[in-house]
């Protein structure tokens, strides 16, 4: 019988992951690997994440997406968890077995990273990061980034939240948090924006000169040109990229893990990117 997959959040409406999930299956045709279909979007009520996963269980459902809201709520029903979803007490994609275990994984932060790297050949290793935001999303990529390079500064409107975001790293190293006034005179190799600021067009209070020759700036959000963006062609960022390559790249992860081949992303994100 083919696998079904489904992706749950609330709102839904706008996710891609079923057109997605649906290019990675055509390029297995004729595989064991292409044998699902992935079409549903889920729109879980906010008090019932749990019971519409134990419904998606009971229907025979393989596995799913989880997005905003229920990421922590998603590595609540994990039996099993990786050691990124451990520590970022988040989970983006759920894998059922027929036993009853629910294998938890999130795959957000390796999805950036091999955006970073494979599609738009930036060298991580050496330089010095600044992320930006202490949401779900700056959760989901601290870590990975910190293991690759501790030459790395946080900062978020509410400090608050990004010394609670890195208390849990191993160790601090070279690691600081920062209010936005402290970024003053700092200049970063590569800037993330992992805020939400894009969503109503603002621009975070980034002072002018932030950008370091050769620099990448790369806003998780996509499809749309966000102020971050503009900004960083407008002060002297060599490279701007929105987050649609990471949006695949994460997607690929979860189908590794359910079908065990690894799509081609290239394509898939090229497709996407046509107007
Ligand atoms: P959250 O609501 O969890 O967090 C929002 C964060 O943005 C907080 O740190 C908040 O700061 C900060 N923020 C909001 N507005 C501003 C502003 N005007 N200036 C400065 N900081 C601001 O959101 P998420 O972390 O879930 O999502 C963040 C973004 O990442 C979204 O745009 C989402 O689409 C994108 N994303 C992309 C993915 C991809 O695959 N490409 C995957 C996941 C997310 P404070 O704490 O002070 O309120």
Known sequence: MTDRYAVIGNPISHSKSPEIHTMFSEQFKGKPAGDMVYKDRILAPLDGFAETIERLRKEGYKGCNVTVPFKFEAFQVATQRTGP?????????????????IFGDNTDGKGLVRDIK???????????ILLMGAGGAAHGVAQPLFDINRNLAVVNRTVEKARHMTDAFDKQDQTTVNTYEELVGQRFDLVINATSSGLSDEMPPLPPGIFAPGALAYDMMYGRDTPFMKFARANGAATVSDGLGMLVEQAAESFFLWRGERPDTVPVIATLRLP
């Open 85 to 101: 979803a451990q520590i970022m007490q988040a989970v983006n994609t759920l894998k059922f077995f027929d036993d009853g275990r």
């Open 118 to 128: 494979e599609n738009l050949h930036f060298d991580i290793v050496g330089k010095h």
